[in-house]
T-cell receptor
Framework: SQQGEEDPQALSIQEGENATMNCSYK?????LQWYRQNSGRGLVHLIL?????REKHSGRLRVTLDTSKKSSSLLITASRAADTASYFC??????????????FGQGTILTVHP | GAGVSQSPRYKVAKRGQDVALRCDPI?????LFWYQQALGQGPEFLTY????????KSGLPSDRFFAERPEGSVSTLKIQRTQQEDSAVYLC???????????????FGDGTRLSIL
């Protein structure tokens, strides 16, 4: 079963605008990861944030993590048409196995119009 | 290879047939995962291998699903007596480290899209 809830389910913006996607989860985690999936392709890892971190940056990506609210957000700044894809958050849940199987949310479909 | 390779990319089978899906992980990667992704949903965990050992198969939906990785590299996911509800994309992912390396990202293949008629 899916642990995460992502919102919005779909987001449509113009090139140059910022896109923010949110993810909530239910159990304690070791880390939270964001992946991108282009249509018909596999998932590409974007960024990983550990449970003891609050914010992380990578290029145009900014991820925040609030473990007290069990939520995370992904911000893509200055979006480009090439950012059009589905975005998934995934959690490595604490208290279970140590090999890091991921529990994914349902994803946000981002469309960036040129 | 440069990335995780899965074959075939597309598979159409009639209900009741057996299918085999192949995953070639990145060379040297110890950990290998299989996920199932239904249309419009996020991937769901099926099974995990550390080298040739299948350490977790808790996500396999039924005993019709079987996975192996006999030499610790290539893995095969087999589905026997396929049902329509098995239609999905099956994704394979690999990671360099073993247990305790969950802070390493997983590298995904492009998946096999399975359609059961």
């Amino acid at each position: 079963s899916q642990q995460g809830e992502e919102d919005p389910q779909a987001l449509s913006i113009q090139e140059g605008e910022n896109a923010t996607m949110n993810c909530s989860y239910k159990t304690s985690i070791n880390n939270l990861q964001w992946y991108r999936q282009n249509s018909g392709r596999g998932l590409v890892h974007l960024i990983l944030i550990r449970s003891n971190e609050r914010e992380k940056h990578s290029g145009r990506l900014r991820v925040t993590l609030d473990t007290s609210k069990k939520s995370s957000s992904l911000l893509i700044t200055a979006s480009r048409a090439a950012d059009t894809a589905s975005y998934f958050c995934a959690t490595d849940n604490a208290g279970g196995t140590s090999y890091g199987k991921l529990t994914f949310g349902q994803g946000t479909i981002l469309t960036v119009h040129p | 290879g440069a990335g995780v390779s899965q074959s075939p990319r597309y598979k159409v089978a009639k209900r009741g047939q057996d299918v085999a899906l192949r995953c070639d992980p990145i060379s040297g990667h110890v950990s290998l995962f299989w996920y199932q992704q239904a249309l419009g949903q996020g991937p769901e965990f099926l099974t995990y291998f550390q080298n040739e050992a299948q350490l977790d198969k808790s996500g396999l939906p039924s005993d019709r699903f079987f996975a192996e990785r006999p030499e610790g590299s290539v893995s095969t996911l087999k589905i026997q007596r396929t049902q329509q509800e098995d239609s999905a994309v099956y994704l394979c992912a690999s990671r360099p480290g073993a247990q305790g390396s969950s802070n390493q990202p997983q590298h995904f293949g492009d998946g096999t899209r399975l359609s059961i008629l």
